[in-house]
């Protein structure tokens, strides 16, 4: 568990013509403060290659409000990943993890670069970086959303290992299912999917 409290500011300028109405609106300079609180539970064998345990965790963040700044918005995050041995070579790995974001107070929106993305590495793989989820209707630029889901089912099976005994090459066949969605009234209303090896 913890409590951290960030204030950062950013300075958005020159944005090119054709970038998204919601980057566009971006521009100048915003002051955000946040206080965030996490806790998490870890009982994994190896933190970095994991081949048994169960990591749970949940997140909340405040900014503005009371704190201060030009944003206002919370965000509550949380997730769980489940890992299975099996045979001599094999792990099961499941995991889930969600997210809201909304603006309260006299902010209207959500600031682009707080909203969740997905596609690529670490999410619904077999999509493009970031193209998983809302667009620009004008420009196409990915304009990330305030909810997201993505579950993923993974196969892994050890293919070499080391004179310790330790992975030096894995393999994988996995499922990614999750989307992110323009507004948190929208929450699970349709999933996209990724399948690979």
Do not use: C
């Not at 204030?7 to 915003?30: P, W």
């Not at 900014?63 to 792990?91: N, T």
């Amino acid at each position: 568990a913890g409590l951290t409290h960030q204030l950062f500011r950013t300075e958005i300028s020159d944005v090119a013509d054709e970038a998204s109405a919601d980057l566009k609106a971006e521009q100048g300079t915003n002051t955000i403060s946040v206080v965030g609180t996490s806790v998490n539970v870890d009982t994994r064998d190896n933190r970095f290659d994991p081949s048994k345990g169960h990591v749970v965790f949940a997140s909340m963040d405040l900014a503005g409000g009371v704190f201060g700044a030009s944003k206002d918005f919370y965000r509550l995050e949380g997730g769980a990943s489940h890992y299975w041995p099996h045979g001599d070579r094999l792990v099961l790995e499941s995991r889930v993890r969600a997210g809201v974001v909304d603006a309260y107070s006299d902010t209207d929106e959500v600031p682009i670069f707080e909203r969740f993305f997905s596609g690529g590495a670490g999410t619904v793989r077999g999509f493009r970086e970031r193209r998983v989820g809302p667009r620009d209707p004008l420009s196409n630029d990915p304009i990330g959303g305030e909810a997201t889901m993505v579950g993923t089912v993974e196969e892994v099976m050890t293919i070499a290992k080391d004179e310790r005994g330790r992975p030096i090459m894995r393999g994988s066949v996995f499922i990614d299912v999750g989307d992110v969605w323009r507004r948190v009234s929208e929450f699970s209303e349709s999933y996209k999917a990724g399948v690979g090896v």
